[in-house]
């Protein structure tokens, strides 16, 4: 059975960096059949597309968060990671790891989430 | 990218059906059948419903459907209960290669 475990701090202080884990068990994240990626949802907000890595070191990202973003994998841990740059109060969200199955938009696995409260 | 849109509160009664409309543009919903739907209950983490336009995964309820015309891809839920009473959100593939949310739709199963 797949599982995804999102881990890290869950308090951040403004300006400074966010950093998060996924460690993925029951499937390998260097297949190429699935793609990785960070979704997050503000308290009592919905949901938003951070980005995406798949295998071959091919990445996307929000528009709107692009220019702070950067998304990375250690395949020997099988881990994915995530790290927002200038983090600001609207950071504050609870942060989710996802796997979807590749030429579909069938995002099958999700982690339960992590929160993360950017407050001085 | 502009989120998708979605009624942000639906209400129908036990037993009826319901649908939640999502639209977004030619450049996400009406430009590919990569849209998914998802529910998801307070403090748990989405869990997938629709995914490609119509799939549904195994598992899940042959009550829930999806269907899309143009720019609007819908998710009808019929025989409504109220263990369905959760937020739904729709999802696109965008051409950017990114993926964009609708902002979601509270069901109230009265």
């Known amino acids: 059975q797949v599982q995804l475990q999102e881990s890290g701090p869950g308090l951040v202080k403004p300006s400074e960096t966010l950093s998060l884990t996924c460690i993925v068990s029951?499937?390998?994240?260097?297949?190429?059949?699935?793609?990785w990626a960070w979704i997050r949802q503000p308290p009592g907000k919905g949901l938003e597309w951070i980005g995406n890595f798949y295998y071959s070191g091919t990445r996307y990202y929000n528009p709107s968060l692009k220019s702070r973003v950067t998304i990375s994998a250690d395949t020997s841990k099988n881990q994915l990671s995530l790290k927002l740059t200038s983090v600001s109060a609207a950071d504050t969200a609870v942060y989710f790891c996802t796997r979807r199955k590749m030429s579909t938009s069938w995002r099958d696995y999700w982690g339960q989430g992590t929160l993360v409260i950017v407050s001085s | 990218q502009s989120a998708l849109t979605q009624p942000a509160s639906v209400s129908e009664s036990p037993g009826q059906s319901i649908t939640i409309s999502c639209t977004g543009t030619?450049?996400?919903?009406?430009?590919?059948?990569?849209v998914s739907w998802y529910q998801q209950h307070p403090g748990k983490a989405p869990n997938v419903l629709i995914y490609d336009v119509t799939n549904r995964p195994s598992g899940v309820s042959n009550r829930f459907s999806g269907s899309k015309s143009g720019n609007t891809a819908s998710l009808t839920i019929s025989g409504l209960q109220t263990e369905d009473e959760a937020d739904y959100y729709c999802?696109?593939?965008?051409?950017?290669?990114?993926?964009?949310f609708g902002g979601g739709t509270k069901l109230t199963v009265l």
């Open positions: 029951g499937g390998s994240i260097s297949s190429s059949s699935y793609q």
């Open positions: 030619s450049s996400d919903v009406g430009g590919y059948n990569y």
């Open positions: 999802s696109s593939y965008t051409s950017s290669s990114t993926w964009v």
